[in-house]
């Protein structure tokens, strides 16, 4: 129940073109969602992320879908560029549970 | 405005030694969690200290523990080292404050057990 199920593993994009990856999770609890990126060699750092009292969540380039009912969530990348080739992963966390569960990553490889 | 600091980049150790991790907060954070990753995985939640206690613990055992100073620094000890505790070793800092929920890392600690 405290497992956050991420996919696909792996993606391959065409710049300028949409990446999205998928996040599900089956604890009702949870009320944080964020994504990470992570490069080679690197920390994760954060990107956007999103309370499920919205449906949608758009910073720049990057946008999170988040469908309470389904319990599923999801990070599109617009205009993909070669720079946004990393690892993703999301997250979630519950209030006052103060530790991160993190999905198995997604890594992208955007080709010019 | 510095970041999450951690020291040092990379470790090599042997089986059955002990070895100590270092981390500095965000400025401005009091709070710090500690994550192991393993290669290919993401990161699995250690613990985390507040106040210089251990606010929460994940599915580890008693061999790994910790330490948060005065200054909010934190320390994360291994004793036993054994070959599966290679892994990149992340510390998260966080505002208590305004939640928890957000945490920013460092760039990590690789440990390499021989």
């Known amino acids: 129940q405290q497992q956050v199920k991420q996919s696909p593993q792996s993606l391959i994009v065409q710049k300028g073109g949409i990446s999205i990856i998928n996040c599900a999770y089956e604890n009702t609890a949870f009320d944080y969602f964020p994504w990470y990126q992570q490069f080679p060699g690197k920390g994760p750092a954060l990107l956007i992320a999103?309370?499920?009292?919205?449906s949608e969540k758009k910073e720049g380039r990057f946008t999170i879908s988040f469908n309470k009912s389904a319990k599923q969530f999801s990070l599109h990348i617009m205009d993909s560029q070669p720079g946004d080739s990393a690892t993703y992963f999301c997250a979630a966390n519950s209030l006052g549970a103060d530790k991160l569960i993190f999905g198995t990553g997604t890594r992208l490889q955007v080709f010019p | 405005d510095a970041g999450v600091t951690q020291s040092p980049t990379h470790l090599i150790k042997t089986r059955g030694q002990q070895v100590t991790l270092r981390c500095s907060p965000k400025s401005g954070h009091d709070t710090v969690s500690w994550y192991q990753q393993a290669l290919g995985q993401g990161p699995q939640f250690i613990f985390q200290?507040?106040?210089?206690?251990?606010?929460q613990r994940g599915n580890f055992p008693d061999r790994f523990s910790g330490h948060q100073f005065p200054n909010y620094s934190s320390e994360l000890n291994v004793n036993a080292l054994l070959l599966g505790d290679s892994a990149l070793y992340l510390c998260a800092s966080s505002l208590m404050a305004s939640g928890t929920d957000t945490q920013y890392f460092g760039p990590g600690t690789r440990l390499t057990v021989l």
């Open positions: 999103i309370r499920p009292d919205v």
């Open positions: 200290y507040y106040e210089e206690e251990e606010r």
